[in-house]
């Protein structure tokens, strides 16, 4: 039993968990809008220059991985994304660190390359990142779905 408590605390240290930072990862935005916006569906630029480089990255979280309407994607991302993978803070926060590596874990194929060559060098940078995308993003799909009744469901039952 000791060894198992001893094992789970230093393998709760091995994944770093960051107090994520919205201000922060708008700051870090700075270094994205050369090649990224974040523009909503009435084209208003929440953030960003309009860049056109990388994809629209409003409504990113919950998103599948390469399928940003009218964006020429490389074929690595395209490949992940019908595996049906979508971005979560885990996958973003791992990609934008080193985004071929990404792909060729993910996908299992050291020839996996990716049209982005930027990397974010620390981890809470992502982190923050992810933050401030998020937050100018709706909610993920996935997550309305779960909430509501599907239709022609009953209700639940008032609990007393």
Same mark, same amino acid.
């Given at each position: ?9 230093? $393998?709760?240290? =091995? @994944?770093?968990?960051? !107090?994520?930072?919205? &201000? ?9 809008? +050369? ?46 994304? $019908?595996?049906? =993978? @979508?971005?979560?803070? !885990?996958?973003?926060? &791992? ?9 060729? +874990? ?46 022609? $469901? ?7």
């Amino acid at each position: 039993m000791k060894l198992t408590l001893t094992a789970l605390a230093f $393998a709760s240290l =091995a @994944v770093p968990a960051f !107090a994520q930072d919205i &201000e922060a990862g708008k700051k870090v935005f700075n270094q994205c809008q +050369t090649c990224h916006v974040v523009a909503n569906e009435a084209g208003e630029v929440l953030a960003g220059k309009n860049a056109k480089t990388g994809p629209n990255l409003y409504g990113l979280p919950g998103r599948v991985i390469g399928t940003y309407p009218e964006f020429k994607y490389g074929e690595s991302i395209v490949a992940l994304g $019908a595996t049906g =993978a @979508v971005w979560d803070e !885990a996958s973003f926060v &791992e990609y934008v660190q080193d985004p071929a590596k990404f792909l060729k +874990t993910k996908l299992g194929d050291d020839g996996a390359k990716s049209k982005m060559a930027f990397k974010l060098k620390k981890p809470e940078d992502a982190a923050n990142l992810w933050a401030f995308i998020a937050s100018l993003s709706p909610a993920p799909a996935a997550a309305d779905a779960a909430a509501a009744p599907a239709e022609g $469901a009953a209700e639940p039952a008032p609990s007393n």
